[in-house]
């Protein structure tokens, strides 16, 4: 599904951000990627979402090559990923189902299939009584639920996760984090960069190490292995 062959990410002050990575990350996988501030985990998501390119190598993605991508068809490929962020990023004007029907909308879903998934997602995260809720009345739980019904509308087949439980208290990540292992077991991939070593530790999924950017372990049913 995923594949970088020999990447590198020279950035313009020459700062090298990643040093000849090469990974396959197949489908249905769960993917922890780990590794102290610094060591390229967002470059490694960056690229794969082709926000920069790579200085050498070739990333191959459901046998698309990403480079090879014109500037039209980007937006196309992203919308092809559900995102997740650490800061949930919801538009506060809208209501819990606004949000997540927005998404379908950009996409240009029928209104009949936005009401039908928008309600599943709703019911899939546990939300369908805070429908109509404004972000802002919502727990941090509650919107990152919301932040996860949205990436998951339109059935990606692979969800990236950038630190989803860096603002939430351990219970809240739990209840996060069986979400993420639900939604893995119907068949969406996962790729999660995270520092919290618990969730790591416990989950016992496979688990990509990066060091100063080069891959430094890589490890089925992994652990977090920093003590941070
Ligand atoms: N646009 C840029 N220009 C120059 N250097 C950059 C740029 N973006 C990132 N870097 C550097 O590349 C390295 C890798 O950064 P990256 O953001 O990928 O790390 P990270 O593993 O995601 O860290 P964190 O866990 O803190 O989010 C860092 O040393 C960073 O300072």
């Not at 040093?19 to 501030?37: A, E, M, Y």
């Not at 459901?62 to 990023?89: E, W």
């Not at 039908?116 to 995260?125: A, D, E, G, I, P």
């Not at 739980?141 to 059935?155: F, I, P, S």
Request: hydrophobic share 40%; with cysteine.
């Amino acid at each position: 599904m995923i594949k970088f062959s020999n990447v590198s990410k020279v950035y313009k002050n020459n700062h090298i951000a990643l040093s000849n990575v090469s990974v396959t990350i197949n489908r249905g996988d769960f993917v922890f990627l780990v590794g102290p501030s610094g060591a390229g985990k967002s470059t490694f998501i960056k690229l794969l979402l082709r926000e920069i390119e790579p200085t050498s190598g070739e990333i191959i993605v459901n046998n698309v090559d990403v480079q090879k991508l014109t500037r039209k068809q980007i937006p196309m490929y992203r919308r092809s990923f559900g995102i997740v962020f650490q800061d949930f990023r919801l538009l506060s004007d809208k209501t819990v189902y606004e949000n997540i029907a927005f998404a379908m909308q950009i996409v240009e879903a029928s209104s009949r299939d936005i009401k039908k998934r928008v309600n599943q997602m709703l019911s899939l995260v546990g939300l369908s009584n805070k429908a109509n809720m404004y972000p802002h009345q919502l727990s941090g739980g509650e919107q990152q639920r919301v932040a996860l019904a949205r990436a998951l509308a339109n059935n990606p087949k692979l969800l990236i996760c950038d630190e989803p439980t860096g603002n939430l208290d351990p219970e809240t990540a739990w209840g996060i984090m069986e979400l993420l292992n639900d939604i893995n077991l119907s068949g969406t991939t996962i790729l999660m960069a995270t520092h919290a070593k618990d969730v790591v530790d416990k989950m016992k999924k496979r688990v990509i190490a990066i060091e100063k950017g080069v891959i430094v372990r890589d490890q089925q049913r992994g652990v977090y292995g920093y003590e941070d």
